[in-house]
């Protein structure tokens, strides 16, 4: 089932005033792009594909498609590129790649699916095509994770997405996305102005501005790839600072007072996974925490308010069974360094490293809701409130960084 | 003889008072050429500002990098890249100021005085080892602030003892070269310097490795042991069967 963003088409799309309107024959209505996969999985997918898709509706584009195969259940293409491999999300490239395809078949819209396509049920992507059909501009999908996945996401791209761009997107950082021909315009657009094609890039926060409507689509439970960069800080810091870039990049538009995203039509994916065996790890977090909070005192005090850094410091203080860290502290705290990030108050890559024992604070603050699932869901929907009101907070600091702030 | 006495002082204070009078018109010289090149400089650097802001010049020296995650290219000074390159021109000017003051400083002697030649040179050491030092002291400031991060986020206790370390061996380094450039203490600076330079490093050895052996193999089976550490791989196969579960943040 899909569920809305509350940013609704102002610009309605002109594949919307067409949908209903017939396709000509030799134009696709779709370009499903497939990343690189065996012969064997290849042949696999498009047997699953074929069973809810029409020959004349899509065409299937695939890096590793030779002509001398058996024939296919669903036209096939083949195309080249240096990106044809995506990454553990999309990247630029892979934006590039998939506006080429859809430029080049002069398809009214485009889906890019990534590692691990095979995974991805077939019906999720009926969803997402159907939506593309019918003139929605993004469609993302939103998977079903266990209770100990996409901490990141939780803590930061959901929250920072729905309150400064009122996007309720699940999981802004794309795996798998589907675009109208104006969307993969824009990004690629986008990836203009962008030097390295392995960058990062959020469709999400584009479409917002944009004035495109966006659409998630559950997925339920998707393999996916991870990450080739083991080192958790590393990525991290790239991770973050990518989306602090888009924010100042993008400081004009939410700034402007949003009606805030509504709560999901549906309801959010169920999270697998049951006992919270992560009871033992909470002591050494804390101990974690209290040796950042020691040693990085006083570049915290460069960046966070004195509010926060004695909300920190009770924070050290506590014992590990009632370590929590509050969520409207949490939400402030990743203000304040966007907005150092924004005016360099200290070195980027400094800056961001003062972050990451935050968020492991904030990580084994969450520990206590993974024995429950409903509980986790009630915590994360908190968490993307609590930056929702404190929005005013961030907007105040921008425009007023030298004002007192207690 | 209290005649002879009274002579003498009087001649003496005769050349002194010769001698300042021909200093002051030197120094006047030396004076009013820093401040017209200081004022040349500073109307110099405005211009130069606004020429830069014309043309976005920070916004154009920004975007060249990487703008996803900090990297080689990115602006870690508070300062734009325009008001920087205006104060760098200021003090240039200041700077052939002091050279021009010199110049007319020595122009006051007599033709064979010479003081120049021996004056000026010496003021460009001066500067390069006063650049030397601003530069080192921001390099260990750098370095200590990066290692400080790397350690805590690498769960090490010795985190700021570390960085201690390593901001003072570059600050040692650093004076040990302006003095070297300085010409000052020549082989007694060299020495001191590989001293104090192996003493730290030394004490640094020993700290770790023995002084805080278990403190050290501690936090390395913490980090070893630990499956939600944040040397963890970022995020595993969903798909795969985990005999505990484990914090995946990707």
Redesign the interface.
């Known amino acids: 089932m899909a569920s809305f963003s509350s940013f609704e088409s102002l610009n309605p799309s002109p594949e919307k005033a067409h949908a209903e309107s017939p396709v000509p024959s030799n134009r696709p209505r779709l370009v499903l792009c497939l990343p690189s996969m065996t012969p064997e999985m290849l042949e696999n997918t498009l047997a699953n594909l074929a069973t809810v898709f029409a020959p004349s509706e899509v065409l299937i584009a695939s890096p590793d498609f030779e002509q001398s195969i058996t024939p296919t259940p669903l036209p096939v293409t083949a195309y080249e590129g240096p990106h044809c491999q995506p990454n ?1 999300v999309l990247t630029a490239g892979n934006y590039l790649v998939a506006a080429s395809q859809a430029e080049q078949h002069d398809s009214a819209s485009v889906l890019m699916l990534g590692s691990d396509a095979a ?1 991805l049920p077939p019906s999720v992507v009926r969803q997402m095509a159907e939506l593309l059909a019918s003139g929605i501009d993004l469609t993302v999908p939103s998977y079903s ?9 939780a803590a930061l791209l959901y929250p920072v997405t729905r309150a400064l761009f009122a996007a309720n997107i699940r999981f802004p950082l794309a795996v798998d996305a589907g675009m109208s021909r104006r969307m993969a315009s824009r990004m690629t657009q986008r990836h203009a ?4 094609p392995e ?2 890039v959020w469709p999400v926060s584009e479409a917002a501005i944009a004035a495109f409507s966006v659409r998630q689509v559950d997925a339920g ?7 080739d ?5 590393t ?5 973050a ?2 989306l602090f ?1 888009d924010i100042e990049a993008k400081a004009s538009f939410w700034q402007r007072a949003r009606s805030l995203a509504p709560a999901a039509s549906s309801e959010p994916p169920p999270q697998t ?1 049951n006992t919270n ?2 009871d033992d ?1 909470l002591p ?2 804390v101990d ?1 925490f209290r ?2 909070h ?3 005192h006083e ?1 915290w005090s460069l960046i966070l308010p004195p509010q926060s850094l004695l909300a920190l410091k009770k924070l050290s203080l506590t014992q590990p069974a009632a370590f929590s860290m509050a969520t409207g502290l949490w939400a402030r705290i990743v203000y304040d360094f966007a907005l150092a990030f924004h ?8 800056l ?3 972050l ?2 935050l968020y ?1 604070a904030w ?1 084994a603050s969450t520990l206590r809701f ?1 024995g429950d699932p409903a509980a986790s869901a009630t915590h994360l929907e908190e968490t993307a409130v609590a930056f929702e009101r404190e929005k005013s907070y961030l907007v105040s600091r921008w425009r007023w960084p030298d004002r007192f702030n207690p | 003889m209290g005649q002879q006495i009274e002579f003498a002082l009087r001649q003496s204070m005769h050349r002194v008072l010769i001698v300042l009078v021909s200093f002051l018109p030197g120094l006047v010289a030396f004076l009013v050429a820093v401040i017209v090149l200081s004022i040349v400089g500073a109307i110099l650097a405005a211009l130069l500002r606004r020429l830069l802001t014309a043309v976005r010049f920070d916004e154009r020296l920004t ?8 990297g080689l290219f ?5 300062q734009s890249p325009s008001r920087l390159a205006a104060r760098v021109l200021f003090w240039l000017c200041v700077l052939v100021g002091a050279a021009v003051g010199i110049s007319a400083f020595d122009a006051s002697y007599e033709a064979n005085s010479r003081v120049s030649v021996f004056l000026l040179p010496y003021f460009t050491h001066l500067i390069g080892a006063v650049v030397l030092l601003i530069v080192g002291v921001i390099v260990a400031r ?1 370095l200590a ?2 290692v ?6 690498a ?1 090490l ?1 010795y ?2 003892f570390l960085a201690l370390g390593v901001k003072w061996l570059v600050l040692v380094l650093t004076a040990a070269m302006a003095l070297d450039h300085l010409q000052i203490g020549g082989a007694i600076v060299s020495l001191a310097f590989g001293i104090l330079f192996g003493g730290i490093v030394l004490t640094l050895s020993l700290a770790v490795g023995l002084g805080s052996r278990d403190l050290v193999s501690r936090s390395i089976e ?1 980090t070893m042991e ?3 550490g ?10 795969e069967t985990q005999p ?7």
Not at chain 1, 235 to 239: A, E, N, R
């Open positions: 553990w995974t994770l266990g209770p100990h996945d996409g901490l990141v996401n102005t962008l030097s390295q960058a990062l439970t998707r393999a996916r790839r991870p990450p960069t083991t080192d958790f800080n990525l991290f810091t790239d991770v600072g990518s870039v996974g065996d992560m790890e050494s977090m974690a040796l950042a020691n040693n990085l570049i005016l360099r108050t200290l070195n980027r890559g400094h961001l490293g003062a990451t024992p492991m990580a993974f | 975007a060249a990098g990487n703008p996803g995650s900090p990115e602006w870690t000074s508070a750098f602030r990066s400080l991060i790397s350690a805590v986020n769960q206790q985190a700021r913490r630990r499956p939600g944040p040397t963890e791989a970022a995020g595993q196969r969903s798909g505990r579960s484990r914090l995946r943040h990707f």
